[in-house]
């Protein structure tokens, strides 16, 4: 049992069954794949460990939201089904939902962000065809959320909530359900990705049942800890500012039901920086040629954090979704060589005379350094012009010979990285 606990179980309001999950899993096996449980060569020579993939992002809709919304709206009443149902989502679970509408016949009105890219409002119509409508409403989710809601309540629709609810996590439940028959050993960690925490409430739920030992850690991003900051407080907190850019896991706060249940059956829950989530990114594709969305690293991202405690042991991580936008590359490559110490920026004053820049290039880089970022405006004053630059090293190591260089020759201005009002305007 959690070390969290501090109440007695039965005093928990909500807490799927085994009955429960399996009947889900009997009605969601219409829709969701069993996907596979796969050793990881990589990450098991790496961490000498038994490392196994669960790879929910092979499903249809490239997540295991599908699980859940499917669970919800396949019980709801034949009254309810024709009175139709409301959602709100910045992605995955919309996808889920739409996909849902169009498999049970039932119209469906998705509340998503204004900001949400265009490929994934376009990926959610697809799914949900003629049977859903897409409202793109307000700036944030907490809009889309809010305007939802007012729907529900004006129209007499069904709210399917994202993650606090007891059919969704039933329906997410399954993961862990799959997870414990495709183990051929019992499994010593679990890793799970958190955002609201649905998933992990019912995958710790299966595995308080039927495999008490196995330790299940939570994982969240640096920038969004609202289940982590919640078991410490032992209150459920709503989280100020978060950093969205982990869009897929980075609430403010979680679900009641699921904070509850987490109490009891998570043994930890850690975050990882949102650079070293990069980094997993493009090492899962550079290495293994699997593609996932920043939500679906979380877990591999981690890893590292653990190193000692799970050699020789078996271990499973959770890999969410693969709903990842193209047009986002060129930021995750950014973050990841932020946090590998990798990229810097600076403004240099450079000299007005001739020949200034070719100095800098030849006297003051290293053979391994690169220039990727440029912006000078000519004679901001008589003796110098500053620029912004962006330097990439290929050794971390080399930075503060670098400055050193640059302060010997007056080249140097400031170092932008960690003056984050300024930094903000360039990454």
């Not at 799927?16 to 596979?36: G, W």
């Not at 499917?70 to 309810?80: A, F, G, I």
């Not at 969004?224 to 897929?248: C, H, W, Y």
């Not at 996932?292 to 020789?312: N, W, Y």
Request: hydrophobic share 40%.
């Amino acid at each position: 049992m959690s070390a969290f606990a501090e109440m007695k179980i039965e005093h928990v309001t909500y807490i799927p069954t085994l009955k429960s999950i399996t009947d889900a899993a009997n009605r969601v096996k219409e829709v969701a794949i069993k996907t596979p449980f796969m050793r990881s060569f990589t990450y098991s020579k790496k961490f000498e460990a038994e490392v196994f993939l669960k790879r929910e992002d092979l499903q249809q809709v490239r997540s295991y939201k599908i699980r859940g919304a499917y669970n919800k709206m396949s019980t709801l009443s034949t009254e309810e089904k024709e009175q139709g149902i409301v959602c709100a989502s910045a992605g995955n679970h919309a996808q889920g939902v739409a996909f849902a509408c169009a498999r049970l016949h039932i119209q469906g009105s998705i509340y998503m962000p204004a900001t949400t890219p265009k490929q994934k409002v376009e990926q959610v119509e697809m799914f949900g065809g003629d049977w859903i409508t897409v409202v793109l409403e307000g700036d944030t989710f907490d809009d889309a959320f809010a305007k939802a809601s007012e729907t529900c309540i004006i129209e007499g629709k069904t709210f399917v909530h994202p993650f606090d609810d007891e059919k969704i996590i039933e329906g997410q439940a399954t993961v862990g359900l799959e997870m414990v028959t495709q183990s051929e050993k019992p499994l010593d960690y679990v890793f799970v990705p958190v955002g609201g925490g649905g998933l992990i409430a019912g995958l710790s739920s299966v595995f308080h049942y039927l495999s008490p030992k196995t330790k299940i850690i939570g994982v969240e991003p640096e920038g969004a800890p609202a289940m982590q900051t919640s078991l410490s407080r032992n209150e459920n907190r709503t989280l100020g500012e978060i950093d969205k850019f982990v869009d897929g896991a980075a609430v403010q706060r979680v679900g009641d039901l699921n904070f509850a249940i987490a109490q009891h059956f998570v043994d930890r829950v850690v975050t990882v920086s949102e650079g070293k989530i990069c980094q997993a990114i493009l090492d899962l594709y550079n290495r293994d040629a699997i593609v996932v969305e920043p939500a679906g690293a979380l877990t591999l991202a981690v890893l590292d954090q653990f190193s000692e405690e799970i050699k020789g042991k078996n271990i499973a991580v959770v890999v969410s979704g693969s709903n990842n936008d193209i047009t986002r590359t060129a930021e995750i490559k950014e973050r990841a060589l932020l946090y590998a110490n990798l990229k810097h920026y600076f403004i240099i004053k450079f000299p007005q005379r001739a020949g200034a820049l070719r100095e800098f290039v030849a006297e003051i880089l290293g053979p391994t350094d690169d220039i990727t970022h440029f912006e000078y405006t000519k004679k901001t004053n008589r003796e110098n012009g500053a620029a912004v630059v962006g330097l990439q090293l290929k050794n971390a190591e080399d930075l503060e010979a670098l400055i050193t260089k640059m302060k010997l020759r007056n080249f140097y201005g400031d170092y932008l990285n960690d003056k984050p009002d300024l930094f903000q305007f360039l990454v």
